[in-house]
């Protein structure tokens, strides 16, 4: 026991007091940073299920979209990959390419999965039709990426990405 001033003190109790005053000052920036994670944590309850919709929505639309574009090919695309031929790994690597820039647009502006399935699904047609004008223009470039051409397959690539843009920034 201390004496201070007439008044029998415990040196335990004045040390609690000052971890008392230390902490609340700590606090008052721990309650704001608690405040901070619980809206956080808040927003990622309630967005999450939107952000998974939405984000699956437009994989599912992609998906369809490289599946088409695939079609309108001449060749079999995956066992050429598979045996290494480097021409159409770009150019059916660029048309997956050219086909998730517009829908990824699509997606940043969207305001519902009916937004994102009608806009994406109007920015893949015109994407699609872009690829079926480059194989009128260039005839004769499946053989060429066949043969393993990879100046043709890098012209196809940036052409289809070059209009991905375009589509894109229309559809935003």
Known sequence: ?????????????????????????????????????????????????????HLLSATAL?????????????YRKLPLIRQG?????IAYGGAALSLAIPLAFCLASSVSIADIVIWGAVSMLFQLAAFYVTSLILPGLGRRLEAGEVTSALFLSMLRIGFAFLNAAAVA
Do not use: E
Not at 28 to 50: C, D, E, K, T, Y
């Open 1 to 53: 026991m201390i004496r201070v001033k007439g008044l029998t003190r415990n040196p335990c109790y004045l040390v609690q007091v000052r971890q008392d005053i230390y902490l609340h000052t700590k606090s008052h920036l721990w309650g704001r940073v608690m405040n901070q994670i619980i809206a956080v944590m808040g927003s990622v309850r309630f967005g999450l299920p939107h952000f998974t919709a």
């Open 62 to 74: 992609w998906a369809l979209a490289v599946y088409l574009g695939g079609l309108m090919t001449p």
């Open 85 to 89: 031929n480097m021409a159409v790994t």
